[in-house]
C-alpha cells in the first residue's frame, strides 16, 4: 500500500497518527505496539471531531508522567522493545534521527543528548504508535506534497527561536517545504522525524487507485484553514514512470573469471545499479562472456572507461533502456539474537541472504528454516 500525504498546515506525530487511525489502522494494534515497549501511565483514545467544517481524527495521547525533558538514550531503549520488530525499527529511526540532530546542534555524543519539549514520554506513544499503524495498514512507500512552513517565532527552554526551530529545519533536509502565512510551528521535530524515518518521498499524488481519504486533526486552530493533515490510502497502479537508463556491454574471450568478478564489483561499486555477465559463443567457437553494466546515464562515462580499462576490450555497445522499478523497504529483525535483513516490495518480502547464511550457521540450522524464521518475525508470509 502507498500512503500520500498533504500537509497543508504541516505534520506533528499527533496528527500523523490521527490520520492513519482514520484510514482504518486497528487502534488495539497501535495500543499493542505501545504496551509491548513496557511503558506504564499512558492513555490512547480516538475521537472524531470537526476542524474547519472536515471530519478529522485526533489522537489524544495523556501520559501520567509529564515531564519532557529526558535523555534521548532513555526513548530509544524504550522504543526498542516494541513488537512486532519492524514497529521498533521505524520508531527507533525517528528518535535517533532527533538525537543525531540534536547532538549535532549542541555538540554532544547523540547518546548522552538531553532532549527537552520532545523528551516526554508521549513522544514514545506517538513514534511506536505511528509506526504501528503503518504496519497494520501494510504501508511500504509514503509520498507526500510539500510541508507548509509557519513564521515568527517559537519559545522553547532555549529562549525565543525562529520558526521553524534550527531541529526541525535540520531534519527536513531533503523534503519539499513551502512558506505560508500560519504563525508559529507548524512542522514538530517529532513529525519531521517520522517522515524521514518513514523514507517519505516529497512529489504529486502517485499513480494508484485510491482505497481512502481521512484527516489526522491538529491542536491549534487557524483562522487561514483547516489544521488538518490529510493522508490518502492507495494500491500501486503499475511500476513507477520509467526512468531512462544505458545499458553498457562487451564481449570478451580473454578475460579471466575472476578477474570478471572484480570488474562486476567495480562497477556496483561505483554507483551502477547493476552488473552482470552471461555466457557466450565467439567467433571461432571461442567460449567467452558478455558484461553488462546498467547505469544512470550521467554515469556512462566513468563506467565505460571502468570496464573498457580493467577488461582490456576494444570497444563497447550502448543501449538506451527504460527501467521500472517497483518501491521497496528494508527492516531489521532479530532471529535468536542474530539480525537479519528483510527487503519488502509491494507483493513480496525476502530475507536478506548473508544474514541468513550468517546467522545458519551460527545457530546450526538449515537455511531456509532461518529464513522462514526471519518472514515470520517480519510479520511476512514465508
Known amino acids: 500500500m502507498i500512503l500520500w500525504l498533504n500537509p497543508v498546515t504541516g505534520a506533528s506525530g499527533d496528527m500523523l497518527l490521527g490520520a492513519l487511525l482514520g484510514l482504518g489502522a486497528p487502534v488495539a494494534d497501535v495500543r499493542a505496539a505501545v504496551a509491548s515497549t513496557g511503558l506504564a501511565g499512558w492513555r490512547l483514545d480516538v475521537e472524531q471531531v470537526q476542524v ?33 520488530e519492524p514497529v521498533a525499527e521505524l520508531a527507533a529511526r ?8 540534536e547532538g549535532a546542534l549542541h555538540d554532544k555524543d547523540p547518546a548522552e543528548v538531553h532532549l527537552h ?4 514520554l508521549d513522544t514514545v506513544v506517538d513514534t511506536v504508535g505511528v509506526a504501528a499503524a503503518l504496519h497494520a495498514l501494510g504501508i511500504i512507500e509514503v509520498r507526500s506534497a510539500p510541508l507548509a512552513l509557519g513564521s515568527g517565532t517559537v519559545r522553547c527552554s532555549h529562549g525565543v527561536l525562529p520558526a521553524p526551530a534550527p531541529a526541525t529545519m535540520t531534519l527536513l533536509r531533503g523534503a519539499a517545504v513551502v512558506g505560508t502565512d500560519l504563525p508559529g510551528e507548524t512542522v514538530t521535530p517529532t513529525g519531521a522525524a517520522l517522515l524521514q524515518a518513514m523514507g517519505t518521498r516529497f512529489t504529486p499524488p502517485p499513480a494508484m487507485t485510491v482505497r481512502g481519504t481521512a484527516y489526522g486533526a491538529g491542536t491549534r ?20 514512470p520509467a526512468e531512462p537508463m544505458v545499458a553498457l556491454e562487451c564481449n570478451v574471450d580473454d578475460v579471466p573469471g575472476e578477474l570478471l568478478g572484480h570488474v562486476v564489483t567495480r562497477a556496483l561499486q561505483a554507483g551502477a545499479a547493476d552488473a552482470w555477465t552471461t555466457p557466450a559463443t565467439m567467433k571461432k567457437s571461442r567460449p567467452a562472456a558478455v558484461l553488462h553494466v546498467l547505469c544512470r546515464p550521467e554515469q556512462e562515462p566513468a563506467l565505460a572507461e571502468l570496464v573498457l580499462s580493467e577488461t582490456g576490450s576494444l570497444g563497447l555497445r550502448r543501449h538506451a533502456v527504460d527501467r521500472h522499478a517497483l518501491p521497496r523497504r528494508t527492516t531489521t529483525v532479530e532471529v535468536d539474537g542474530h539480525r537479519i535483513r528483510i527487503k519488502h516490495g509491494p ?31 517480519a510479520g511476512e508470509e514465508p
Open 117 to 120: 519539549e520532545i523528551g516526554g
Open 52 to 84: 474547519g467544517g472536515i471530519a478529522a481524527t485526533k489522537a489524544v495521547v495523556e501520559v501520567e508522567d509529564t515531564s519532557t525533558e529526558r535523555h534521548a538514550a532513555e526513548l530509544l531503549d524504550r522504543v526498542r522493545r516494541a513488537r512486532p
Open 221 to 240: 486552530r487557524f483562522p487561514q484553514r483547516p489544521n488538518v493533515l490529510a493522508a490518502t490510502l492507495g494500491v500501486p497502479l503499475t511500476a513507477d
Open 347 to 377: 507483493w513480496h518480502a525476502k530475507p536478506e541472504h548473508d544474514d541468513v547464511v550468517a546467522a545458519a550457521e551460527a545457530l546450526g540450522r538449515p537455511v531456509r528454516t532461518v529464513a522462514a524464521q526471519a518472514l515470520a518475525a
Open 94 to 101: 525517528a528518535i535517533a534521527a532527533i538525537a543525531d540532530v
